[in-house]
């Protein structure tokens, strides 16, 4: 018997096992398809190697800015940029299997089913754990629509080895946004259709409109408030359907991605242990731990926040209930973040939710054009905006639009984890000339 079954080798997964292993504990993990589930092999990894080739596409466009002529025309070919991608996965994925081989892990290979609360058969066999980890993920979903099996999801773009002419990427959110700026930046033509007023829903409208005024210029279309309703396909390609203000409306491409969210793929054998499902996912509570006792969901499965380094985290919860170990670790304060160029990230509450909630706060801003880091990188589009209680003085938000934000979050991340008021970051000495200053710019306002 075994101290821990997970399933499923996804980040929250995989570090969850590699932890418990250190800890001393025996842990087996099940994995179907492939070591380090969405994420790695069809998710951030591959789209953050594409995205890096854009940004240097970006800037070999402005090449005169940093001193270099291109004698003729500046040529793409995707070819090496679709090689080079599938070498970043395939080398962290070896990185994975050899963490996953180390002693006290057992990795096993296969589709896993709940057989009871002890219990998980794999390929016919069955496995003993006192205690058992689920940790199976999402997959894209789509949209009721006529003719939806027609769009590709994020896995089959990514695996299209040559690019389409033409795009048109149904949903506005983070992986639609970072692959429109991606296939964009690639001589791609783009057109981005989102249901909501503003693209990246989840986001700060005013960093989110920042976003959508850059991607606009560099070529996007961006439809905003517009209900999708169907696809075909044609002599010319495909057609999307949509309604825009009452009037319905059509855009043909080549491609269609189909990029409106994720759902959790649960296991099978949920309903024979009798655990608890939603519409959200695998109900679970702060522990990470279902109705079932010793039985737990960690990551997309639970619905809670689809993002990998929160089911890290979750992850570590479960670990620490299992062990009988206190855990502080806040799964509310958590960054996100889009890898366009800019980049945006946040954290914690947008202005408008503040608003909803009756919250007394103050609102700053610091502009990426005053930094003298930013000036010097010929990054100047950007924004900060800080978000803080009245009463306490503590960061309640924080969101960025500007070179590097997934890196400059961390820093806020850190105080509003620790608890710590806006005059922390304020008297703290930022290194001169650096992106950082931007976030101190922003907090000696209040």
């Known amino acids: 018997m075994f101290d821990i079954i997970i399933i499923g080798a996804g980040p929250g997964g995989y570090e969850t096992a590699a932890d418990a292993a250190a800890h001393g504990l025996t842990v087996a993990i099940v994995e179907r398809d492939q070591m380090g589930g969405t994420c790695l092999n069809r998710g951030c990894i591959p789209t953050k190697a594409l995205c890096r080739n854009a940004e240097v596409v970006n800037l070999m466009r402005e090449s005169e800015v940093w001193g270099l002529k291109i004698v003729g025309e500046m040529a793409f070919d995707y070819a090496p940029v679709f090689e080079r991608k599938e070498a970043v996965v395939k080398q962290l994925r070896e990185g994975v299997e050899m963490l996953m081989g180390v002693p006290g892990i057992t990795a096993i290979k296969g589709e896993a089913t709940l057989k009871d609360a002890n219990t998980v058969v794999v390929n016919g066999k069955e496995y003993q754990a006192k205690n058992i980890i689920i940790a199976t993920g999402s997959a894209p979903r789509g949209l009721p629509i006529e003719g939806a099996d027609l769009a590709m999801t994020s896995d089959d773009i990514l695996a299209m080895e040559t690019l389409p002419k033409s795009l048109c990427i149904v949903g506005g959110g983070v992986i639609g946004m970072e692959f429109a700026a991606v296939f964009s930046t690639f001589g791609v033509e783009v057109t981005v259709i989102e249901y909501c007023k503003e693209i990246l829903p989840p986001f700060d409208k005013d960093v989110a409109k920042r976003l959508k005024t850059v991607l606009s210029k560099r070529g996007i279309k961006i439809i905003t408030s517009a209900a999708v309703n169907g696809i075909t396909k044609g002599d010319d390609g495909m057609t999307v359907t949509y309604e825009l203000k009452g009037k319905p409306q059509s855009v043909t491409c080549e491609s269609v991605l189909m990029s409106v ?66 855990d502080d670790i806040k799964l509310d304060i958590v960054p996100s973040a889009v890898f366009t160029v800019p980049e945006l990230a946040m954290v914690g509450l947008t202005e ?41 003085r503590q960061i309640v938000g924080c969101h960025i639009c500007g070179a590097h934000a997934a890196d400059l979050i961390q820093e806020v991340v850190t105080a509003m984890n620790a608890g710590a008021t806006v005059d922390l970051l304020a008297h703290s000495i930022h290194g001169h000339p650096t992106l950082s200053e931007v976030v101190l710019a922003a907090v000696k306002q209040f």
């Not at 990188?377 to 009245?390: A, H, S």
């Open 261 to 326: 969210g994720r759902q959790p793929v649960l296991p099978q054998g949920l309903d024979a242990v009798g655990i608890t499902v939603s519409r959200r996912g695998i109900e679970v509570d702060d522990n990470m731990m279902t109705n079932v006792p010793g039985v737990y969901a960690i990551g997309d499965v639970n619905g809670r926040m689809m993002l990998a380094h929160a089911a890290s985290a979750q992850g570590q919860r479960a670990l620490h209930a299992i062990l009988g170990k206190a």
């Open 352 to 392: 408008e939710q503040c608003e909803e909630r009756g919250l007394d706060v103050t609102v700053k801003k610091a502009f990426f054009r005053s930094n003298g880091k930013a000036v010097a990188m010929n990054e100047t589009d950007g924004l900060l905006k800080m978000i803080v209680d009245n009463t306490t």
